[in-house]
């Protein structure tokens, strides 16, 4: 059973873990804790909850590095700031202009995150751009698709605003359990925004082998029981993969890319 069911946006598990961060300074502080190992801790209890939140929902490298880079200079700022306040010192202007000047990075860093994960707000669409009510504004990125392929941006997009509006829950299990030259079961639960289940719908899944793509599977999932979809996985090498989940049902067509890591 998965520890973190839900997933959460970068901008809640960012500033989350800085407001955790913060608390478990203070606290531990007031536990008798020394300033500096308080500011280690804050700093690293939050970045191992988001690693262990990230082998079950994984982001990518880059906002993993985020993470990082934003947790340890808080853990930083925290240890000054408390130094400080041991010392009863004030805090001279050069140096609370560095910290709001990253302060300020990391809120627009997080803003341009969001528009381009989720999209830019309604409010803000009907007010800046021209003639939103006349046709579909899309605000969000739509995904990366290969160069050679520019010709069809404009169905990719239509696809994702499709994805999106059909609301499906698609939940996988097994993948990050895979193991090299091991044969592992894996689970697609798939239902509709109602919940109820999807039947009879057709699951393929690609699995491209970054290193060597001689290695590349097409797997077809078999339907057990009423939106439940089971196959058989045997990858020939560890390391690092890409699945390349379909699913068709009717004319409504859904899918997911992910980054998996096989282990030995």
Known sequence: ????????????????????????????????????????????????????????????????????????????????????????????????????????????????????????????????????????????????????RNKLYESHVQDIEQQKNLAWNVAIEGLDALRNNLASNVVIKISDKQHQPIIAATVTMELWRMANSADDQTIQFSETSPGEYHATLRLTDEGLWLTDLEILKDKAHYALKQPIAVGQ
Request: overall charge positive.
């Open 1 to 148: 059973m998965a520890i973190f069911a839900n997933e959460f946006s970068m901008t809640e598990t960012l500033f989350g873990g800085l407001v955790v961060a913060a608390i478990l300074f203070f606290v531990v502080r007031k536990a008798g804790l020394a300033n500096f190992w308080a500011g280690i801790l804050s700093g690293v209890l939050p970045f191992v909850a988001y690693i262990a939140y990230s082998t079950q929902h994984w982001p990518g490298g880059d906002v993993l590095t985020i993470h990082f880079a934003v947790y340890l200079a808080n853990a930083g700022l925290l240890i000054v700031f408390g130094g400080m306040q041991k010392k009863k010192q004030s805090m001279h202007w050069v140096p609370k202009l560095i910290i709001g000047f990253f302060i300020g990075l990391v809120l627009l860093n997080a803003i341009f995150l969001s528009v381009s994960t989720r999209g830019l707000p309604d409010v803000l669409t009907r007010a800046i751009l021209p003639n939103p009510a006349n046709h579909q504004v899309h605000t969000g990125f739509p995904g990366l698709i290969p160069h050679d």
